[in-house]
């Protein structure tokens, strides 16, 4: 059979097309190992689900990719957009890598003869099929794009972005690692920002709730973790507009007892614990960051609430290392947490609350540096905060159990200590 003559394509992406208009609720597709039976159609639709016969896969691809490719060739040919559409759902489901081809459906999107609505539909069964499809990804993100900046569709904002959340979700299950779709996730949450500030925290609580069960359950994968690290900064910085009322006392008590169990291990021969119990707010965060800064015009509260992530946090990542021995991406992450310590002290002894000049990697180390070597005392007797005293004792701890744990565990912590002594975070 040459590359280019196949009977039967015409009818089977016909088919495929009558399939993706008839169930605007499909979910899935798949190749379905299966010989070649003249006498029945290689497509499959059941459930919501979409299968191709494996036989019909290669010559079907090969006549749609060699008509499309012959189209942009000679420019001077005109052709049914509807035949175009056709020709670009067979190549494009099959092979989603194509960008040449992603474009041509951009054209017929912004021509009007495609419904981006649908087009999101389709983009979804593709992101299935191959779940790591940079290009698929980006259509989505353009089409989400167009549809809220330029389409004449009445679109609900809030149903469009949370699609996309679940769309990149399903990615990130079907396949480990995929950064492309945790990237996707991150950037609906942007526009969500930009396009719905007013319910941008309820969102956050979702998110992070979401992702914190995601990441229990893959706890080698640090795509998972680096979306956590783009959460943990917007909750951290996430300063309430005057629109909004005060926290619930029960939402400022909650955040105040998570405080309290993660720097409890750091308050041993502390005059000022009683504080963390009977204290004001700016009281607790004064100790916790070892801060004597005049009072300046902050809402502490609130900054408190942001602080009470990151504690959870650490918390959560020393129970999973010491539930999981052997995982870098747990380590790495706790690197990340490291770090932020020294952010969120050169902050609030700043600003007295937190900025995101300071989570700046050119930044955010050399402060603390700069801080040690200008006092005349040797760091041994440098005063800390509660914060970094409980940090430290927690890391003892869970390094003290890695090393007996097994040689990877152990050149896990060992990387990990010299990472605290290169940021001059002390062990």
């Given at each position: 059979?040459q590359?280019?003559?196949?009977?039967?394509?015409?009818?089977?992406?016909?088919?495929?097309?009558n399939v993706l208009k008839k169930?605007?609720?499909?979910?899935?597709f798949e190749?379905?190992?299966a010989?070649?039976?003249?006498?029945?159609?290689p497509?499959f639709?059941?459930e919501?689900?979409l299968?191709l016969a494996?036989?019909?896969v290669?010559?079907?691809?090969s006549?749609?990719?060699?008509?499309l490719?012959d189209l942009?060739?000679?420019?001077?040919r005109?052709e049914?957009s509807?035949t175009?559409?056709?020709w670009?759902?067979?190549?494009l489901l099959?092979n989603?890598d194509?960008?040449?081809?992603w474009?041509?459906?951009?054209e017929?999107?912004k021509?009007?003869r495609l419904?981006?609505?649908?087009?999101?539909?389709?983009a979804?069964?593709?992101l299935?099929y191959?779940?790591?499809?940079?290009e698929a990804?980006?259509y989505r993100r353009?089409l989400?794009k167009?549809?809220l900046?330029?389409?004449?569709?009445?679109?609900?904002v809030?149903s469009?972005?949370?699609?996309e959340f679940?769309?990149?979700?399903?990615a990130?299950?079907?396949y480990?690692?995929?950064c492309?779709?945790?990237?996707?996730?991150e950037?609906?949450l942007?526009l969500?920002?930009?396009?719905?500030?007013?319910d941008l925290?309820p969102l956050l609580q979702?998110e992070?709730?979401e992702s914190s069960?995601?990441?229990n359950?893959?706890?080698?994968?640090?795509?998972g973790f680096?979306y956590?690290q783009?959460?943990l900064?917007?909750?951290?910085?996430?300063r309430?507009?005057r629109?909004?009322?005060?926290?619930?006392p029960?939402?400022?008590a909650k955040s105040?007892?998570?405080?309290?169990k993660?720097?409890k291990a750091g308050?041993?021969?502390?005059?000022?614990?009683?504080?963390?119990?009977?204290?004001?707010?700016d009281q607790?965060?004064?100790?916790?960051?070892d801060?004597e800064?005049?009072k300046?015009v902050s809402?502490?509260?609130?900054?408190l609430i942001?602080?009470?992530y990151w504690a959870e946090e650490?918390?959560l990542?020393?129970d999973l290392?010491i539930?999981?021995?052997?995982h870098?991406a747990?380590?790495c992450?706790r690197?990340?947490?490291?770090?932020s310590?020294?952010?969120l002290q050169t902050?609030?002894k700043?600003y007295?609350y937190?900025?995101s000049?300071n989570?700046?990697?050119c930044?955010g180390?050399?402060?603390?540096?700069e801080?040690?070597?200008s006092r005349?005392?040797?760091?041994?007797s440098?005063s800390?905060g509660l914060l970094?005293l409980?940090f430290?004792?927690?890391?003892?701890?869970?390094?003290?159990?890695?090393?007996?744990?097994?040689?990877?565990?152990?050149s896990?912590?060992?990387?990990?200590i010299?990472?605290?002594k290169?940021?001059?975070?002390?062990?």
């Open positions: 059979m590359e280019d003559v196949f009977p039967a394509a015409e009818k089977i992406l016909s088919d495929i097309e169930d605007p609720n499909l979910v899935s190749i379905i190992p010989e070649d039976n003249k006498n029945k159609s497509v639709h059941d919501n689900s299968g494996s036989w019909s290669q010559p079907l691809f006549y749609a990719y060699n008509r490719l942009r060739q000679n420019k001077h005109r049914d509807g175009v559409s056709k670009l759902l067979g190549v099959l989603p194509i960008s040449t081809f474009n041509m459906k951009r017929l999107v021509s009007g419904d981006p609505m649908q087009e999101l539909g389709f979804s069964i593709v299935y191959k779940s790591k499809c940079f990804f980006a353009w989400v167009f549809i900046m330029e389409s004449t569709h009445s679109v609900n809030d469009i972005l949370r699609n679940k769309v990149a979700a399903m990130a299950d079907r480990a690692n995929n492309h779709a945790w990237s996707h996730r950037y609906a942007g969500f920002e930009t396009l719905a500030p007013e925290n979702t992070w709730e069960n995601w990441c359950r893959h706890v080698s994968d640090y795509s680096a956590r783009f959460l900064k917007k909750l951290l910085l996430y309430r507009n629109e909004e009322g005060a926290p619930s029960e939402r400022v105040r007892e998570l405080v309290f993660f720097a308050t041993r021969g502390c005059n000022d614990v009683f504080l963390l119990f009977d204290g004001s707010s607790v965060l004064d100790l916790m960051h801060s800064n005049e300046r809402d502490y509260e609130q900054c942001n602080l009470s650490c918390m990542n020393e290392i539930s999981f021995p052997g870098e747990l380590w992450h690197r990340f947490l490291a770090y310590l020294l952010a902050s609030y700043k007295s937190y900025k000049e989570f700046d990697p930044q180390i050399r402060p603390r540096i801080i040690n070597r005349t005392v040797d760091s041994a440098v800390k970094e409980a430290r004792n927690h890391n003892h701890d869970v390094i003290a159990l890695a090393k007996k744990s097994g040689n990877h565990q152990h896990l912590a060992e990387k990990f010299k990472y605290l290169f940021i001059d975070l002390e062990l």
